[in-house]
C-alpha cells in the first residue's frame, strides 16, 4: 500500500513537471509569464479539471520547500553593500508602498462590500510585486544595472522583507481576532527573541561551518549542507510559532555577506526553480474554473485600481527622494503587478479560512492579468512617460525634481567593460594574472577555496565558484569582458563557459589552453579562439635554447 502511494506521488510530480514544462513553452513563444502557465497548468490538472492529481496534500507540502528556497535565495542576495547610496528611497519607499497599499486595498474593498477581514488580506497581497516577473524582464532587455532598475530590485527586497510579518500576522489572524493580542504577541516576542539568538549565534558560527564544508572540495556536501541548514532552520522557526519563509530568509541573510554566497546561490537556484514551479501549480490546483470566470467581472474592477494604486504608490516615493520623473514613471509601472509572495498569502489565507471562495477566485484573475500585463507596461515605460508630460496637464510636475539630490556613487557612475576574465588561477593563470595586472582590468573566477583567499588577499577582483555556472559569468560582467581565459584543465567546463560566453557576448575572444592536439580541435570546434598547449611552447623553448 506504501509503495502504491510513494508511486502515486512520484506520478504526480512527473504529471506536474512535464505539464509545466509544455505550457511553459507555449508561455515562452507568446512571450507571456510563465508564472501564468504554471498556475493555468494546476487549474487543468487539479480536481476542478481533468482531476489527473490525486495527493494535493503531499503537493503543498513539495510546495512550502519551494517558498522556503525562494526566501533563502533573497536572504542570501540581501546585502548592505548592495542597497549602497539608494539606501533611504528603499527603506522610507518600501515603508511608504506597503502601508499605502494596505490602506488603499482596505478602503476598495471595504467600499466593494468585502468583509473586514477579507479588505485587510487584500490590502496585504495587493502590496507585493513580483520579484520573479521583474528581474526577468529587466534582465531580457540587459538593464539590470540601469539606475531604475537598481531601485525597482530595491524596493522589491523591501516588499520581501515585509512579506514575513504580513504572513507571520495571517498565520496568527484567527487568534488575534478572538482577542487573544497578548498571547499572540508573548508567541511573537519569545519567537523573534528566539530568532535573534539564532541570527547572532549563525552569523558567527554558521559561515565558519561551511568554510569547513567548502574546504572538503565535495560539491555534493556543499549542495547537501545548503539544503539541510535552509530547511532545517525554517522547520526550527516554524515550531517557534513563526513562518516557514522567515527561517529560510534568516539561514540565507546569515550566509549572505560570505565569500562563497554566489556559489550557493548558483547551486541552490536550480532546486528552487522545480520547487517553485510545483508551488504556483499548486495554487491552480485551489482554483475553480468555473468560479474564476464567474468573477472576472470583478477582477477586471479591481485590476485597474491595482494596477493605478501601486503604480502611485512606487512612483512618489522615487520622486520625492530626488529622482527623475522618468525613472519614477519606469520604477512605478514596473512594479504594478501581483508577486508570488502575494499566491503565497492568498493559499495562507485560503487555508486559514481567511477569504471567501470569490473574493479567492477574483484575487487570482487579477493578479494573472496584471502579470500579462507587465511585460506590456514595462517595454512602453518610455512612451508613457512621453504621454504624461505633453498631454495631461500636470504633466509638467513630472519634469520638476524636489529639493533632495540622491548621492550617486562610485559604482553607479563606473561600468566595468573591455576587462579580463580568468578562469581558474592555479600555477598558469597566476602567472597570466600577475602579468596582466596593472594593465587590464581584471575578474577572476576560482573554486578552490585556499587559492580563492590568496588572490583575493592580492588584491584581484575574484569570485568564487565554477565557469560552468552562467550567474557567476555574468556576475564577472562577461556581456562587457574582451578576453575570457580558461586556464583550468576540465574540457568538459571548458566548454560549457565558452557556450555561455559566446551567448552572452558573441565578439569576446576566448583563450584556452589544451592538453593535446585532440583537445586543442575540440575546442576550436565549438568556438575556442585561441587554444594553447603548454607542452609544445615547452617542446619549443626547449628547441630554441638547443639551436642557440
Same mark, same amino acid.
Given at each position: 500500500?506504501?509503495e502504491i502511494d510513494?508511486?502515486?506521488l512520484i506520478i ?8 509545466? $514544462?509544455?505550457?511553459?513553452i507555449?508561455?515562452?513563444k507568446?512571450?507571456?509569464?510563465v508564472?501564468?502557465?504554471?498556475i ?5 490538472i487539479?480536481p ?8 494535493i496534500?503531499?503537493v503543498n507540502s513539495l510546495?512550502?520547500?519551494?517558498v522556503?528556497?525562494l526566501m533563502?535565495i ?5 546585502k548592505?553593500?548592495?542597497?549602497g547610496? @539608494?539606501w ?8 511608504f ?5 494596505i490602506g488603499a486595498?482596505?478602503g476598495l474593498?471595504?467600499?466593494?462590500g468585502c468583509?473586514t477581514?477579507d479588505s @485587510?488580506m487584500l490590502g496585504?497581497i495587493?502590496s507585493?510585486?513580483s520579484?520573479?516577473i521583474?528581474?526577468?524582464i529587466?534582465t531580457e532587455r540587459?538593464e ?5 532598475a537598481?531601485l525597482?530590485v530595491g524596493?522589491?527586497?523591501a516588499?520581501d522583507l515585509?512579506?514575513? @510579518?504580513?504572513?507571520?500576522?495571517i498565520?496568527?489572524f ?7 493580542? %497578548?498571547?499572540v504577541?508573548k ?5 523573534m527573541?528566539?530568532v ?6 549563525g ?9 569547513l ?9 556543499f549542495l547537501?549542507?545548503i539544503?539541510?541548514f535552509?530547511?532545517g532552520i525554517s522547520?526550527?522557526?516554524h515550531?517557534l510559532g513563526?513562518?516557514?519563509a522567515?527561517?529560510a530568509f534568516?539561514t540565507?541573510f546569515?550566509?549572505?555577506e ?5 556559489e ?6 536550480p ?5 517553485v514551479?510545483?508551488f504556483?501549480?499548486s495554487v491552480g490546483l485551489f482554483?475553480d474554473?468555473?468560479v474564476?470566470?464567474a468573477n472576472i467581472?470583478?477582477?477586471?474592477t479591481i485590476?485597474? %485600481? ?7 504608490? =512606487? ?5 520625492v527622494?530626488g529622482?527623475?520623473g522618468?525613472t519614477a514613471?519606469k520604477v ?7 508577486g508570488?509572495?502575494s499566491?503565497?498569502m ?5 487555508q486559514?479560512g481567511l477569504?471567501?471562495?470569490?473574493t $479567492?477566485?477574483?484575487t #487570482?484573475a487579477a ?6 500585463l507587465?511585460?506590456?507596461?514595462i517595454?512602453?515605460s518610455d512612451?508613457?512617460y512621453?504621454?504624461f508630460?505633453k ?5 509638467k510636475?513630472l ?11 562610485v559604482?553607479d557612475?563606473?561600468?566595468v567593460?573591455?576587462?579580463v576574465?580568468? =578562469?581558474?588561477?592555479g600555477?598558469s593563470?597566476?602567472k597570466v594574472?600577475?602579468?596582466l595586472?596593472?594593465k587590464?582590468?581584471?575578474a577572476i ?7 580563492f583567499?590568496?588572490i583575493?588577499a592580492?588584491?584581484f ?9 552562467h550567474h %557567476? %559569468?555574468?556576475?564577472?560582467r562577461?556581456?562587457t569582458?574582451? #578576453?575570457?581565459?580558461?586556464?583550468f584543465p ?5 566548454k560549457?563557459?565558452t557556450r555561455?560566453a ?6 569576446i575572444?576566448?583563450?584556452a589552453?589544451a ?10 570546434h565549438i568556438g575556442?579562439?585561441?587554444v594553447i598547449i ?5 617542446a ?5 635554447k638547443?639551436i642557440?
Open positions: 500500500m506504501e510513494s508511486a502515486t504526480d510530480i512527473v504529471i506536474i513537471i512535464f505539464s509545466s $514544462f509544455l505550457f511553459g507555449f508561455a515562452h507568446l512571450k507571456q509569464s508564472i501564468f502557465a504554471y493555468m497548468v494546476g487549474i487543468l487539479g476542478h479539471g481533468l482531476a489527473l492529481i490525486s495527493k496534500g503531499e510546495a512550502e520547500i519551494g522556503a528556497l533563502f533573497i536572504g542570501i542576495e540581501f548592505y553593500s548592495n542597497i547610496s @539608494i533611504k528611497v528603499i527603506i522610507f519607499g518600501g515603508i508602498q506597503v502601508t499605502f497599499m486595498g482596505f474593498s471595504t467600499y466593494m468583509s477581514v @485587510i496585504m495587493g507585493v510585486s520579484t520573479m521583474v528581474v526577468k529587466l540587459d539590470l544595472e540601469e539606475l531604475h537598481k525597482m524596493l522589491l527586497i516588499q515585509a512579506v514575513v @510579518i504580513m504572513v507571520t500576522f498565520i496568527n484567527k487568534e488575534i481576532e478572538s482577542g487573544n493580542v %497578548l498571547s504577541a508567541a511573537l516576542g519569545y519567537g527573541l528566539a535573534t539568538g539564532i541570527v547572532f549565534v552569523r558567527k558560527l554558521l559561515p565558519k561551518v561551511m568554510y564544508i567548502v574546504k572538503t572540495k565535495s560539491k555534493e556536501m547537501l549542507s539544503f539541510s535552509a530547511i522547520v526550527t522557526t515550531l513563526l513562518s516557514f522567515l527561517g534568516i540565507g546569515m550566509l549572505s560570505a565569500e562563497y554566497n554566489l550557493i546561490s548558483t547551486l541552490i537556484r532546486l528552487k526553480d522545480i520547487f514551479v510545483i504556483f501549480v482554483i474554473p468555473r474564476l470566470l467581472p470583478l477582477a477586471l485590476l485597474p %485600481l491595482i494596477i493605478l494604486a501601486k503604480f502611485v504608490a =512606487c512612483a512618489i516615493p522615487v520622486w527622494f529622482y527623475n522618468k514613471v512605478g509601472l514596473g512594479l504594478t503587478q501581483i508570488e509572495f499566491f503565497v492568498l493559499t495562507m489565507c485560503h486559514h477569504l471567501e471562495p470569490s $479567492f477566485s477574483a #487570482i493578479a494573472l492579468f496584471s502579470i500579462i507587465t511585460p506590456v507596461a517595454n512602453n512612451r508613457v512621453t504621454f508630460t498631454t495631461l496637464p500636470f504633466g510636475v519634469k520638476y525634481i524636489p529639493h533632495y539630490k540622491h548621492a550617486i556613487s559604482d557612475k563606473k561600468q567593460s573591455n576587462h576574465i580568468i =578562469c581558474g588561477c600555477s593563470g597566476s594574472a600577475n602579468e595586472k596593472g587590464y582590468e581584471l573566477i576560482e573554486h578552490d577555496i585556499q587559492t583567499e590568496k583575493s592580492a588584491g577582483k575574484c569570485f568564487y565558484g565554477d565557469a560552468i555556472n %557567476l %559569468l555574468i556576475k564577472a562577461v556581456a569582458a574582451s #578576453i575570457l581565459i580558461l586556464s576540465d574540457i568538459d567546463a571548458k560549457i563557459a555561455y559566446k551567448v552572452y557576448n558573441p565578439d575572444m576566448v583563450i589552453r592538453r593535446g592536439e585532440t583537445e586543442k580541435t575540440e575546442l576550436h575556442v579562439d585561441h603548454p607542452q609544445s611552447l615547452e619549443l623553448d626547449i628547441i630554441s638547443v642557440s
